[in-house]
């Protein structure tokens, strides 16, 4: 029988929460086209309390501070539709798992795998080039009047929790060491 070190366990709780989080923000996202509060509230305590056993209450105010710096940045698109309030607080939640200046990467791979997710989702319905369209209407929309449109609701929406589980696995997986330790 091998004996783990803590530092491994640790890693592990911490590789179990990001996976089961994510995967179950996935399937309710899925199947209800919702992220419960429960569930991101949980991991944002969850993320906290781990945070301040790992670096005391700098780690704490860490990851306070990558959560407020995600939900700023995020407002922007929830107010515009084109994410879920769900969606900008799950994000935030995960970031407190990684310390400054590692969490930016999960949000960059989350984008990316939410666009390969539309572009893919597009693709399957025969709906690319109105997507397209669609998108470059708002951006020259805003260049032009410099107001946002918002987001066409008549068009499909991408349960993108499904892109926020593949983001964080993906960057889980990368490197777990960045993992609040």
């Not at 969606?87 to 930016?104: E, N």
């Not at 109105?130 to 260049?143: C, E, F, M």
């Amino acid at each position: 029988m091998t004996r783990h070190r803590p530092r491994q366990r640790k890693v592990t709780r911490l590789i179990f929460i990001v996976v089961a989080s994510s995967l179950l923000g996935a399937v309710s996202d899925i199947n209800k086209r919702r992220l419960p509060n429960w569930l991101t509230g949980s991991l944002l305590l969850a993320a906290v309390l781990r945070a301040v056993s790992a670096a005391g209450w700098p780690g704490a105010i860490g990851a306070i501070a990558a959560v407020t710096a995600v939900l700023v940045s995020l407002l922007p698109l929830y107010a515009v539709k084109a994410l879920g309030a769900g969606d900008v607080k799950m994000m935030a939640a995960l970031s407190a798992l990684w310390p400054w200046p590692h969490w930016p990467g999960l949000l960059l791979n989350i984008g990316v795998a939410g666009l390969g997710l539309a572009l893919l989702l597009a693709l399957w319905c025969g709906e690319l080039q109105t997507r397209l369209r669609n998108v470059l209407g708002i951006i020259t929309t805003a260049r032009v009047t410099g107001e946002w449109a918002a987001f066409p609701v008549e068009q499909g929406k991408l349960p993108f929790g499904v892109a926020i589980a593949l983001g964080a696995t993906t960057t889980l997986f990368w490197n777990p060491a960045r993992l609040w330790s």
